[in-house]
């Protein structure tokens, strides 16, 4: 683990305090999503692209607000699918569109096609998931769990739409 990954980091930029905060916290969330990548580094998996199909496993991730504002603030917002996968899945159903920046749960989804270590990191993964949420709490107090990927994709959908 890198010495800087657990240091306090300083904002280069400070503009307005919601903004500097803002930009602390994706700063920090992607310090914890290199560790969630390097625990999961011995582990493969086909990349078959299944476990974004959403309305048929039912486990959809559970993004924390900096997860969705990483999102956001990279990426457009895509249409929903049809199909109820993640919009954010490419037209093919393989691959991520948002692979750098997608959400934890996506980074440490476990699956009986995964190959690896007889056991998953749990206790890195419980670590790290304690962390986030301290991050998203500073961010936006009142919030106080993680929200499915759909419903936070089915809320700025419709308020993008509104005339
Ligand atoms: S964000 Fe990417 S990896 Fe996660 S469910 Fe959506 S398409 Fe799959």
Known sequence: MRKEDWEEEEEETPTAPGAREEAR????????????????????????????????TKRPPWLWTPEWRLLVQNHPLPPP???????????????????EDRPFGCRTFFCERIRGPAR????????????????SERLEPTRTSPRPIL???EAAWAEQERP
């Open 151 to 153: 419903e936070w994709h």
């Open 81 to 99: 699918r049809e199909d109820g996968a993640c919009p954010y899945l490419d037209a093919a159903g393989k691959r991520c569109t948002v692979y």
């Open 120 to 135: 998953q990191p749990a206790d890195t993964v419980n670590a790290l998931l304690v962390r986030l949420e301290r991050v």
């Open 25 to 56: 916290a994706l700063k920090e969330l992607r310090v914890i999503y290199r560790q969630a990548d390097a625990a999961y580094a011995p582990f493969s998996c086909p990349a078959s692209g299944e476990c974004c199909q959403l309305a048929k």
